[in-house]
Nanobody, 127 residues
C-alpha cells in the first residue's frame, strides 16, 4: 500500500503562484509514476502532469504547460506541483496519484493508470 497526502491548496488571486505538495509513504519503492489531476465542480477529472518516481521525466497537459512545474524530493518522498500565473479556470480540487505499473507517458495521462490517490486539496483562483 501507498499513502498519499496533499497539502498547499488555498485561495489566491489570478496571476498568483501556489505550490502543492504530495507526500508518499508506505511501499514507495513500488511507485513508477506520480501524477497530478484536478477536478472542477461539474467537470470530469482532468490530467495535469506526471513525473517519474525514478528520474526526472515529466509530462504536462497543454493547458498548464509553461505555467506549472512538477518536481520531486526523493529524500522526502515528496512530489511538488508549482503553479504560476494562475487563472480562474485553474480552480479545482487537485489530487496526486501513484501508479505502480510500467507505462509510457501517454498511459499515465489516464486516471485509470493509477492505483493510489490522495484526498485532494482545494485550489481557488479569484479573478
Amino acid at each position: 500500500q501507498v499513502q498519499l497526502v496533499e497539502s498547499g491548496g488555498g485561495l489566491v488571486q489570478a496571476g498568483d503562484s501556489l505550490r502543492l505538495s504530495c507526500v508518499a509513504s508506505g511501499r514507495t519503492f513500488s511507485i513508477h509514476t506520480t501524477g497530478w489531476f484536478r477536478q472542477a465542480p461539474g467537470k470530469e477529472r482532468e490530467f495535469v502532469g506526471t513525473i517519474r518516481w525514478r528520474g526526472d521525466s515529466t509530462d504536462y497537459a497543454d493547458s498548464v504547460k509553461g505555467r506549472f512545474t512538477i518536481s520531486r524530493d526523493s529524500a522526502k518522498n515528496t512530489v511538488f506541483l508549482q503553479m504560476n500565473s494562475l487563472k480562474p479556470e485553474d480552480t479545482a480540487v487537485y489530487s496526486c496519484a501513484a501508479g505502480t505499473y510500467y507505462g509510457t507517458s501517454n498511459y499515465y495521462r489516464q486516471s485509470a493508470a493509477y492505483t493510489y490517490w490522495g484526498q485532494g486539496t482545494q485550489v481557488t483562483v479569484s479573478s
